[in-house]
T-cell receptor, first 110, second 115 residues
Framework: DQQVKQNSPSLSVQEGRISILNCDYT??????FLWYKKYPAEGPTFLIS?????DKNEDGRFTVFLNKSAKHLSLHIVPSQPGDSAVYFC?????????FGSGTRLSIRP | KAGVTQTPRYLIKTRGQQVTLSCSPI?????VSWYQQTPGQGLQFLFE???????NKGNFPGRFSGRQFSNSRSEMNVSTLELGDSALYLC??????????????FGEGSWLTVV
């Protein structure tokens, strides 16, 4: 039973364009959502988060959107840069538990 | 401020053996959680410890166990290793547990290969 789903295993985007990574969740009890970025042979690093009381949070080139009615969140990266090539995990939190999606591998092509 | 430290970084074990992995959280962090990452499976939650008590547990067999010490350092143990246990094991720490906005910070992981 996957409570957090990232249905796109991979995504290829041209440098300078917008990257949109999607995530769906099933548990309406989740009250906090996070995105992590992972390079090979490194641990995931925290990128951006959003509380369930908001629908948008922006940090530089990164914006996370939350649609509670659809149980959907997305991460927008604009403009995309070569260093953004990595695996991105979305996560949902409730109480002391954080559940991660299976990840989306983002490749930024020149 | 030092990050989450995991040891060893790489290890190879034989089927049937057991392994112990260690994690030192960020100073002041009292919650430590463990995750397993395998290709295509994302980050699977193993368990979480807070103040030496296991607060949450994922859906892993009893061969996977852990503990936390009074200084918040944590260890996880896998007994009777199977080939399918080959994975990256990640430790993460956070200041508290059970609160909204509970961002966790990961170490670089321990790569376990079972042969």
């Amino acid at each position: 039973d996957q409570q957090v789903k990232q249905n796109s295993p991979s995504l290829s985007v041209q440098e300078g364009r917008i990257s949109i990574l999607n995530c769906d969740y099933t548990n309406s009890m989740f009250d906090y959502f996070l995105w992590y970025k992972k390079y090979p042979a490194e641990g995931p690093t925290f990128l951006i988060s959003i509380s369930s009381i908001k629908d948008k949070n922006e940090d530089g080139r990164f914006t996370v959107f939350l649609n509670k009615s659809a149980k959907h969140l997305s991460l927008h990266i604009v403009p995309s840069q070569p260093g953004d090539s990595a695996v991105y995990f979305c996560a949902a939190s409730s109480a002391s538990k954080i559940i991660f999606g299976s990840g989306t591998r983002l490749s930024i092509r020149p | 401020k030092a990050g989450v430290t995991q040891t060893p970084r790489y290890l190879i074990k034989t089927r049937g053996q057991q392994v112990t992995l260690s994690c030192s959280p960020i100073s002041g962090h009292r919650s430590v959680s463990w995750y397993q990452q395998t290709p295509g499976q994302g980050l699977q939650f193993l368990f979480e410890y807070f103040s030496e008590t296991q607060r949450n547990k994922g859906n892993f067999p009893g061969r996977f166990s852990g503990r936390q010490f009074s200084n918040s350092r944590s260890e996880m143990n896998v007994s009777t290793l199977e080939l399918g246990d080959s994975a990256l094991y990640l430790c993460a720490s956070s200041p508290t547990t059970g609160e909204p906005g509970n961002t966790i910070y990961f170490g670089e992981g321990s790569w376990l290969t079972v042969v």
